[in-house]
């Protein structure tokens, strides 16, 4: 393992992206002029030791000083918040979600629900922002004033003193191999949004027809609830799967090849359960065909046959993107 490495990665990652290689060229060159022309591992780690702590030369290199959270706590207050605030996120979007998909009963304009959900979701949002931020603050600067360090925390316990040693149990994650916060976070929430609608087919997902001029109205659904039903025990199982899989990446935070496995598996029996229920033929609601035909003035074999063509391009859609994605996360995990 290349202990400089892994201590320039230790100091520039908690700094801001646009200084990071500037940074990581002077802390390079500052290690090596410390280091003798044929040096060892201990010489490595005497440097290190001398440069001290990465957290707090970290803190040296800030440009702005932190007064209210001092370095020995910064650290892990911004740690606290990367962890705590996409959760409060998703737990708001999802609580407020299931709440407006599932009271809808489709007798209001679908454009004027949508936009008032999203109204009061983005102010959710900024209203949790606030509130944990600052009670996250309060209880850290506190701390900070009652003079408890970092060392002091639960998890720093063992670990009073940083050592060149610590290095060696930290892994150097690629930028393209790593799995983001935000990812994640979207998967939980778009899993969370088509299992809602599945559900609630039969008052989501339909036709809809501006009338009277009051916006668009629910006319009827365009899938048979009692057919989607009948695979709910499947559709509980991938649900599982799904929510499983979204905290095996959160916790992983990069491709490996046993999470590859897993994502395939998955999603190749997810495409499987997909075709399976979308070929059943009583999955359309009986009355879409006549009233489409009538609608648009043609015949009901000329709708089945169009909707056959779109039936036969959602799966090739859906078995491509699913291929790209398990290719492009096997990709990711042979990144060194």
């Known amino acids: 393992m290349n202990l ?3 201590y320039v990665y230790e100091v520039t990652k908690r700094l801001p992206a646009k200084t990071r290689d500037d940074i990581a060229l002077e802390l390079r060159s500052t290690i090596e002029d410390m280091l003798p022309e044929n040096y060892s591992e201990v010489d490595v780690k005497d440097a290190l030791s001398k440069l001290g702590n990465p957290v707090l030369l970290a803190a040296s290199y800030r440009d702005r000083p932190m007064y209210l959270i001092g370095p020995n706590l910064y650290d892990y207050y911004i740690l606290t918040m990367k ?3 996409p959760w409060a996120i998703l737990i708001s979007i999802f609580i407020h979600t299931f709440v407006s998909i599932a009271s809808f009963e489709g007798k209001e304009a679908i454009l004027s629900v949508a936009i008032n959900t999203i109204g009061i979701l983005i102010g959710n949002v900024i209203n949790v922002l606030i509130q944990v931020f600052f009670w996250i603050t309060i209880v850290f600067a506190f701390v900070e004033r009652v003079g408890i360090t970092n060392a002091d925390l639960p998890h720093n316990k063992k670990c009073e003193k940083w050592t060149p040693e610590d290095l060696k149990n930290i892994e150097i994650i690629p930028k393209k191999k790593a799995i983001s916060k935000a990812d994640v976070v979207f998967s939980f929430i778009w899993t969370a ?3 809602i609608a599945y559900f609630n087919a039969d008052h989501l997902v339909g036709i809809y027809r501006s009338m009277d001029g009051n916006g668009l109205q629910f006319v009827m659904p365009i899938f048979n609830q009692d057919t989607l039903l009948s695979y709910w025990p499947i559709v509980l199982i991938f649900i599982g799967l799904e929510i499983g899989l979204i905290v095996y990446k959160w916790n992983a935070a990069q491709w490996t090849m046993k999470l590859v496995i897993v994502n395939a598996i998955i999603h190749l029996l997810s495409v499987i359960a997909f075709i399976v229920i979308a070929s059943n033929p009583h999955l359309l609601n009986d009355a879409v065909i006549p009233y ?3 609608l648009f003035e043609t015949t009901s074999s000329t709708i089945v046959n169009f909707l056959d063509w779109i039936w ?3 799966v090739a859609s859906f078995v491509v993107t699913t291929l790209i994605e ?9 990144i060194r």
Do not use: H
């Open 4 to 6: 400089i490495e892994v």
């Open 83 to 85: 962890r705590v605030i």
């Open 193 to 195: 949004i088509w299992a």
């Open 292 to 294: 489409t035909a009538d």
């Open 312 to 314: 036969r391009i959602i």
């Open 326 to 334: 398990i290719i492009d996360s096997y990709r990711k995990a042979r």
